[in-house]
């Protein structure tokens, strides 16, 4: 299991008229973890595109169990738990200090830039994952 951790700061326009962040800002945060996880991994999303793959998300869920707000120090994990095939699922958690607020997860599928068609993940990917996972 790989678990990766990254800090967000809501921000004013992350909240809605009664002052909570609005459920569709907490894909972002999601989207935020993933990223800074992929990039401090060695695999910026720039350079899995640079190979002609592509990972749209097909899924995306979260339950909300406690609103976060304006100026929160949230902590988003990020956690993949199994190998990739042609999807890639990763879970997240969102806490304000250690008080849980969301869940959810995406699944994403390896794509062929041009075709859309799906692929088996990039031999680099999996490596990367692999090592991460202590799968050598």
Known sequence: MIRYTTQIRVRYRDTDQMGVVYHGVYLEFFETGRTEFLRDAG????SIEDTGIMLPVLEA???MKRPA???D???VHAIIREMPTARLKIEYEIYRNDEPLVFGHTIHAFVTAGSMRPVRPPHDFV???ARLMGET
């Open 43 to 46: 695999m910026a999303y720039s």
């Open 61 to 63: 869920t979260l339950t």
């Open 73 to 75: 120090l949230l902590t």
């Open 127 to 129: 490596d990367t994952l």
């Open 69 to 71: 707000r304006y100026d």
